[in-house]
Each structure stands twice: as structure tokens, then as C-alpha cells.
């Protein structure tokens, strides 16, 4: 099973990016996913998650600008991140709870993506 993530570059303060993960493999479904970030000198922190079925919680720093959806049919998870700011510099990672088998469930991480907010 893997996570690949895509989507991030260079934007300006203000500016929007969307990002994307999809999961690959064999596997029965997916539970939980989510997006994770970790700016330069910092530990990785949580943006948001969300459900199978679509509830959502988001770190207060990004409500109202970040939006996280996905598609169950195409195991593929979102973010739209809009009106950017410098701070939300980070390499961003996907994240998710993965049934690979009756009763097994495993967490797995993206790559990474970077996502660079700067005039």
C-alpha cells in the first residue's frame, strides 16, 4: 500500500494551492485520512482530518481557509488551501488508516509535499 502525494509549489501570500493523495494497493478500504505538516525547525503537527463518512476537524490556524474532502471511490484525499500565508510554509504529508485485511488496520504516510508561501 502506498500514499502519493501531490500538488505543492511555490505560491504568494494570499494565493491557493490544492493538494492531493491517493492510496494504491491491495486493500479493503480506508478509514480516516488526513494532512500533516512540519515547517523547517518544527515537529510535524496535524491540519486536519476527516472520516469515511465526511466529518471533519481542523487545527484552528487553518479553519476558514483549508478545506479537506474525499473521493471513496477513487481512495483519494484533498486539501484547498486558500488565502495562503507565509506561515503555512511546511513540507504537508497525507496520512491514513488502511484495512488491509479482516480486522488489520495500518497507518501510512505520504511522501511529502512542499509547500512554499513567499513574495
Known amino acids: 500500500v502506498q500514499l502519493q502525494a501531490s500538488g505543492g509549489g511555490l505560491v504568494q501570500p494570499g494565493g491557493s494551492l490544492r493538494l492531493s493523495c491517493a492510496a494504491s494497493?491491495?486493500?479493503?478500504?480506508?478509514?480516516?485520512m488526513g494532512w500533516y505538516r512540519q515547517a523547517p525547525g518544527k515537529q510535524r503537527e496535524l491540519v486536519v482530518t476527516?472520516?469515511?463518512?465526511?466529518?471533519?476537524n481542523y487545527v484552528d490556524s487553518v479553519k476558514g481557509r483549508f478545506t479537506i474532502s474525499r473521493d471513496n471511490a477513487e481512495n483519494t484525499v484533498y486539501l484547498q488551501m486558500n488565502s495562503l500565508k507565509p506561515e503555512d510554509t511546511a513540507v504537508y504529508f497525507c496520512n491514513a488508516r488502511i484495512v488491509i485485511m479482516l480486522k488489520v488496520i495500518n497507518e501510512y504516510w505520504g511522501q511529502g509535499t512542499l509547500v512554499t508561501v513567499s513574495s
Open positions: 476527516i472520516t469515511r463518512d465526511g466529518s471533519t
Open positions: 494497493g491491495n486493500f479493503f478500504s480506508i478509514n480516516g
